[in-house]
């Protein structure tokens, strides 16, 4: 048989009192995981800067966040050196910004703000003046060219600073033509650098390729800079030497030309008809014959006459022309 329990008034009062105290502590936690939720853990007012570029030693706590208030001139860390960089995670800049009262928390761990000093780039080539000017004042040609043995080398200057290069320890071997020395910049490492001087000679190269037979003109040449020691004696030093020759096969651009590379135009094709021409004050013979051999001009070629069958030679004049002197107009008829 079924037993039926009956709850008192009394019972029902308790369960009722036990429900509203668990609502009490639950409600505030979930009023402020909902105020979380809305602010996106980023308190209105503060914000996270995500590239930052300083011209200081030092960074600021404004470099870092919006909205930091007076507390944006407080100085945090230290810059990275002129052309570095630095990254800051989501951790660091979580402590800094609750050491100093920011109300400001990453919205994930990933979140990060790479900082960068501001700086004046000295090249290579500015480098390598300044290094010759040293060698200069110890008595090396001046027509000689410095070359680094790290020709990556850079250095950087604060933008703030002057770009001024310092050449300290300088040796250099006279026999060797070897130097090296110690360089540095203002607020920069010193870098020592090795390298060696160089004699350079200006070379006529082609600024694009041209093919087999194709005319070599003046707007077809540049000059480069070449050492010394790497130009052949058969290598072609003068634009004139080049300028309306063509090439017996394709040249490249930029590379030095050697004068076996370039012949003059054939005017005259080996087999093919050449007018032979015959001039006195007196007058003008033409012949017809057949060139026996390339020619260019002003080069003396071996011509058959058609109608003699006899051999002259001639001196290429023009495309299919090729003159004789008096002492062998016989041979025309």
């Known amino acids: 048989m079924m037993k039926i329990y009956h709850r008192t008034p009394?019972?029902?009062?308790?369960?009722?009192?036990?429900?509203?105290?668990?609502?009490?502590?639950?409600?505030?936690?979930?009023?402020?995981?909902?105020?979380?939720?809305?602010?996106?853990?980023?308190?209105?007012?503060v914000s996270?800067?995500?590239?930052?570029?300083?011209?200081?030693?030092?960074i600021v706590l404004g470099d870092f966040f919006n909205g930091a208030g007076d507390k944006a001139a407080v100085a945090v860390a230290y810059a990275p050196e002129p052309g570095k960089r630095a990254i800051f995670d989501a951790n660091w800049l979580y402590r800094a910004?609750?050491?100093?009262?920011?109300?400001?928390?990453?919205?994930?761990?990933?979140?990060?703000?790479?900082?960068?000093?501001?700086?004046?780039?000295?090249?290579r080539e500015e480098i390598e003046d300044h290094i010759l000017a040293?060698?200069?004042?110890?008595?090396?040609?001046?027509?000689?060219t410095v070359s680094l043995s790290n020709r990556s080398l850079r250095l950087y200057v604060p933008s703030s600073s002057q770009a001024s290069v310092s050449v300290e320890n300088l040796s250099y071997d006279q026999r060797t033509r070897r130097f090296s020395a110690f360089v540095s910049t203002p607020e920069s490492k010193t870098v020592r650098v090795t390298g060696r001087l160089l004699k350079m000679l200006n070379v006529p190269v082609l600024n694009r390729r041209v093919v087999k037979n194709e005319l070599i003109r003046l707007e077809d040449i540049k000059w480069?800079?070449?050492?010394?020691?790497r130009v052949q004696q058969d290598i072609v030093m003068?634009?004139?030497?080049?300028?309306?020759?063509?090439?017996?096969?394709?040249?490249?651009?930029?590379?030095?030309?050697?004068?076996?590379?370039?012949?003059h135009p054939i005017l005259v094709k080996k087999g093919s008809l050449v007018t032979i021409v015959l001039q006195t004050p007196l007058m003008i013979l033409t012949s017809q014959g057949r060139a026996i051999e390339n020619g260019s001009n002003g080069d003396v070629i071996r011509i058959t006459n058609t109608q003699s069958n006899k051999i002259v030679q001639a001196v290429?004049?023009?495309?299919?022309?090729?003159?004789?002197?008096?002492?062998?107009?016989?041979?025309?008829?």
């Open 238 to 263: 003068h634009a004139e030497d080049i300028v309306g020759k063509t090439p017996k096969r394709g040249l490249r651009s930029g590379s030095p030309i050697r004068n076996s590379d370039v012949q």
């Open 97 to 123: 910004a609750h050491a100093y009262g920011l109300k400001w928390k990453p919205l994930s761990l990933k979140q990060q703000v790479v900082v960068k000093r501001d700086s004046v780039t000295i090249e």
């Open 10 to 45: 009394h019972t029902f009062v308790g369960l009722i009192l036990t429900l509203l105290l668990a609502l009490a502590f639950v409600m505030p936690a979930l009023g402020a995981e909902q105020d979380t939720i809305k602010s996106g853990l980023v308190p209105e007012g």
């Open 48 to 58: 996270l800067r995500q590239n930052v570029v300083v011209d200081s030693t030092t």
């Open 224 to 229: 480069i800079q070449t050492p010394s020691e």
């Open 134 to 144: 040293a060698l200069i004042d110890r008595g090396v040609d001046a027509e000689m």
């Open 316 to 333: 290429v004049t023009a495309a299919g022309v090729a003159s004789i002197t008096p002492a062998s107009h016989m041979a025309l008829n």
